[in-house]
T-cell receptor
Framework: SQQGEEDPQALSIQEGENATMNCSYK?????LQWYRQNSGRGLVHLIL?????REKHSGRLRVTLDTSKKSSSLLITASRAADTASYFC?????????????FGKGTHLIIQP | DTGVSQNPRHKITKRGQNVTFRCDPI?????LYWYRQTLGQGPEFLTY????????KSRLLSDRFSAERPKGSFSTLEIQRTEQGDSAMYLC??????????FGPGTRLLVL
């Protein structure tokens, strides 16, 4: 079952603009992760934020986590055409004891040149 | 390339046939996971192994699905008596204890 829900489902912006995606989840978590998936390729891990952290940065990526609202956001600054992909949030530790990740449905991001 | 590899990358089969997919994890990773991803959805967790032990299999979609990791290295996922609803991307991931998961490129299955 899907725990996370990303918002929006699709986002189209101009190159150079910032892109923000949101994720909501339902149960308690140990950490939340963001992954990117290009068309026809596997998932690439972007960033992990632990449940006791509120914000984390990695290059052009900024992730926030609000455990009281069970939500997270991913900000990509100064977007590039190569950022075109689907972005998924995934939670770890809240899914009924299994050790797998629970993914949302994803946000499809299109960067227009 | 020392990443996770999966074979085959694509598989077309007829309904009712059995199919088997292979995953070769990163060599020092003791944990291995299988996921299924259907069109427009995120990956859905199926099962995982720690070394050769299958520690979670309740998420396998039906008794037609089974997975093995006989020597704690590569793993296979088998689907018996395939149905059209089994058409999906099957993803494998591995990780060492306490770290993030590294995903393979997936096997895309089409059941006709």
């Amino acid at each position: 079952s899907q725990q996370g829900e990303e918002d929006p489902q699709a986002l189209s912006i101009q190159e150079g603009e910032n892109a923000t995606m949101n994720c909501s989840y339902k149960t308690s978590i140990n950490n939340l992760q963001w992954y990117r998936q290009n068309s026809g390729r596997g998932l690439v891990h972007l960033i992990l934020i632990r449940s006791n952290e509120r914000e984390k940065h990695s290059g052009r990526l900024r992730v926030t986590l609000d455990t009281s609202k069970k939500s997270s956001s991913l900000l990509i600054t100064a977007s590039r055409a190569a950022d075109t992909a689907s972005y998924f949030c995934a939670t770890d530790g809240g899914g009924g004891g299994a050790d797998g990740l629970t993914f949302g449905k994803g946000t499809h991001l299109i960067i227009q040149p | 390339d020392t990443g996770v590899s999966q074979n085959p990358r694509h598989k077309i089969t007829k309904r009712g046939q059995n199919v088997t997919f292979r995953c070769d994890p990163i060599s020092e990773h003791n944990r291995l996971y299988w996921y299924r991803q259907t069109l427009g959805q995120g990956p859905e967790f199926l099962t995982y192994f720690q070394n050769e032990a299958q520690l979670e299999k309740s998420r396998l979609l039906s008794d037609r699905f089974s997975a093995e990791r006989p020597k704690g290295s590569f793993s296979t996922l088998e689907i018996q008596r395939t149905e059209q609803g089994d058409s999906a991307m099957y993803l494998c991931a591995s990780r060492p204890q306490g770290k993030t998961q590294y995903f393979g490129p997936g096997t895309r299955l089409l059941v006709l």
